[in-house]
């Protein structure tokens, strides 16, 4: 479903805009969801509404350990990219499985500050982008997804996601259109 409003309380969600994972991504796919994904926090920053900064520090425990696949991760791997230019009052979360919301405290945090919705961009949008905005939807939060703010390594999951799993989800929409929705409901 396209995106139609969005909720005086509405939170940004960046999933995994990490220097491990952006290094890995590739170059001409990133550069334009890190463009966008930018331009939305500082959008939402101006209008004093959430931003949240997720990253992945491993996976979860069990014989699917992605961390053993890859080896030791470097030192700055979980780092936020500094593109995203972090802000004192932007909320973090370091998750350990696909999902935002799993043991990180993410949903008592948004209903603490009344959070109705959620807007989540980031990489990958076949697992943690998908992953996030499932949760946040079995949480209670309307989901809109910006579709040009995301990247996959594998094309056909991406597609998969954005075109059959998101619709079902929630709203989606491009970065202008939510940014003319922010400027409407300012």
């Not at 009344?114 to 949008?125: M, R």
């Amino acid at each position: 479903m396209p995106v139609t409003t969005l909720d005086p309380k509405t939170a940004l969600i960046v999933i995994d805009l990490q220097k491990g994972i952006v290094a890995r991504a590739p170059a001409d796919a990133i550069r334009e969801v890190v463009a966008h994904a930018s331009t939305l926090a500082d959008a939402f920053r101006r209008r004093s509404l959430p931003v949240v900064l997720v990253n992945v520090a491993g996976g979860a425990p069990g014989r699917t350990q992605q961390s053993r696949q890859h080896g030791e991760f470097p030192s700055d791997w979980t780092d936020l990219i500094p593109e995203l230019n972090r802000q004192p009052e932007d909320h973090t979360v370091t998750k350990h499985t696909w999902g935002a919301f799993t043991h990180t405290g993410l949903e008592d945090y948004l209903k603490k500050l009344a959070v109705t919705q959620v807007v989540i961009v980031g990489v990958s949008t076949s697992i943690g982008v998908e992953s996030t905005a499932r949760q946040a939807q079995e949480c209670g939060f309307n989901v809109t997804l910006a579709v040009d703010a995301m990247a996959d390594t594998n094309p056909d999951a991406h597609l998969n996601s954005v075109t059959r799993i998101f619709p079902r989800l929630g709203e989606t929409g491009t970065t202008q259109e939510i940014l003319e929705l922010l400027k409407r409901s300012a």
